[in-house]
């Protein structure tokens, strides 16, 4: 799926722009900076497919990135920016909700925790809207490499108290790091294996 390359489709800001729903797709959902841009890119092989940045509230759009004639992989705008001024994240979440709720071709979310932090409250937020839909979100712990091996067994059983909560959460849990590949493969196969 991932042999093909991966190209941008297109930045949507309203539900009548996303693209048809003829195919598969995956979302990325999670905190702003938690790296869904940077994962995106190291799924693809590419370093810039997707905007990555250090400041927050990067990705403004809905943006469609297609693998071949695959599934689409979709980046999310990031949650949980406080900076950001109340009418825009007003209509972020507006639109997030409607999507998360509304895409038919949906067959996962991923929810992108940071490792270092664990799940939040927002995080939560979103979780609960997953359930609502009946999406099956899967947790995807990002920036492994900034967290201690002492440090890991703790964040896995937090994440995993939580998830037993919500109903739609997919149970195994992926940590990844971008900045050093781990995880990546795994990550290519699940989603491989959503048709
Ligand atoms: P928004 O678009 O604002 O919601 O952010 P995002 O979730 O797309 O985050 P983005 O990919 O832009 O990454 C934010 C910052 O985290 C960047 O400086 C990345 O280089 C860094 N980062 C992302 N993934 C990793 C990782 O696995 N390890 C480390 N060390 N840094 C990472
Ligand atoms: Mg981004």
Redesign the pocket.
Known sequence: LFAGGAEFLKGVVAMDGLPPDDRAEVC?A?????????????LTGRKAL???????????EINYFTLGDGHYLV?????G?AEAPVDVVRRWQALLKAYLSGRATLRRAFV?VDMRHGIKPVDEEIMALLDTSAVTFQVVL?????VKEKDRDRVLRQVREKLSKHPAAFPEIVQ?????G?GITTLRAIIAGLA
């Open positions: 990325f999670g905190r702003s900076n938690v790296g869904k841009s940077t994962l995106i890119n190291a997707a905007r990555a940045s250090n400041t927050p509230g990067r990705t403004q980046d999310l705008p990031g949650y920016y992108l990002t920036k492994a490499d900034k990844t790091s971008s900045e050093k781990q």
